[in-house]
């Protein structure tokens, strides 16, 4: 029987060099060593890299802090600029480095695995309904203007955050946060 | 002494590879195999695949029509418009597969290539360059407002833009181009 400990700490060492290496540069060996594992005991517990993928997109997403999205005691429009700096934080913290996992695994893996393409959509998608939430309650407080849908918004808004992480790391700089918060919150959310 | 023209079909065959299946997932067998060559004489041209990359980059870059941003033939705002029409339907033909190759070894590359991350930078700063003229142009002649910096604009565009491709292949679908056209020019570039 399978130990439900290293179960997790394949989970977490995936999601590690997932993040940090990439999915294809990062073999089953490569997760099990940083386990501390032996590497047939892989697959006592996942049929392949590819279903760890799954599991690890759905752990990593559970540490976004949507629910920051829905928190009432905030207002709307400030949910939203706190959930960004949230996320801006952590990669101030990685010197620059590393992406949004979700965004990277698509990059590499939705041409090719329907899977985990199917599951980097779920991830989206959650994360889209919830900032659509959060865009829609700024537009009934009078916060957002109502001139365009909260849902394009929403889309648009988090295609433009992916789009920041690929610049931080390529720029080593915080200039595209910079770009991302003064026009998301000076022109596109008002 | 090695032939100009096995060069040149190495750097497409990279170019095709590196776009469709990303830079780890190509081996320099599957390139110099795609280039009909044999593996040896890849080393007569290119001393890595590190190498081959900077030299694909540069090559894709050029496919780009960046020459459309600066067409004094077309109204400044016009020119942005029709230059992303063209990356998009690029896309569409393509069936939402495949993302910009730049931002796509962007996030394979730039945490662990000093090299690779300093040609994706050039490639991307010369295309934010350009973008940034037209969107100054569009500012000089009242199309758009100057309430915001060029620059920064062209930053944000930019970077949406990048967010954009991640999302059509994780949707396979238009929508994404759908928010981003109508929130850039409905809303952004105004």
Excluded at 63 to 75: G, Q, T
Excluded at 171 to 190: C, H, I, N, Q, Y
Aim: hydrophobic share 45%; proline share 2%; net charge negative.
């Amino acid at each position: 029987m399978a130990r439900a400990s290293l179960r997790e700490s394949l989970i977490e060492a995936a999601v590690e060099r997932f993040h940090a290496h990439g999915y294809a540069a990062t073999g089953v060996k490569d997760i099990t060593d940083a386990a501390g594992a032996p590497k047939g005991s892989f697959y006592n517990h996942f049929a392949s890299k590819e279903a760890l993928a799954i599991v690890a997109l759905e752990r990593y997403g559970a540490s976004r802090r949507l629910e920051m999205l829905s928190d009432a005691s905030v207002a709307p429009l400030a949910r939203v600029r706190r959930h960004f700096e949230f996320l801006r934080d952590e990669n101030l913290d990685a010197g620059f480095t590393r992406g949004c996992m979700v965004g990277d695994i698509a990059v590499e893996v939705a041409d090719h695995s329907e899977p985990v393409r199917a599951a980097v959509h779920q991830s989206f998608t959650s994360w889209r309904d919830a900032l659509a939430q959060a865009i829609s309650d700024a537009q009934r407080s009078g916060e957002v203007s109502k001139a365009q849908d909260g849902a394009t918004l929403a889309s648009f808004v988090l295609n433009a955050w992916e789009g920041v992480l690929i610049a931080t790391r390529t720029d080593r700089s915080a200039k595209p946060f910079e770009s991302f918060f003064t026009v998301v919150f000076g022109v596109v959310l008002r």
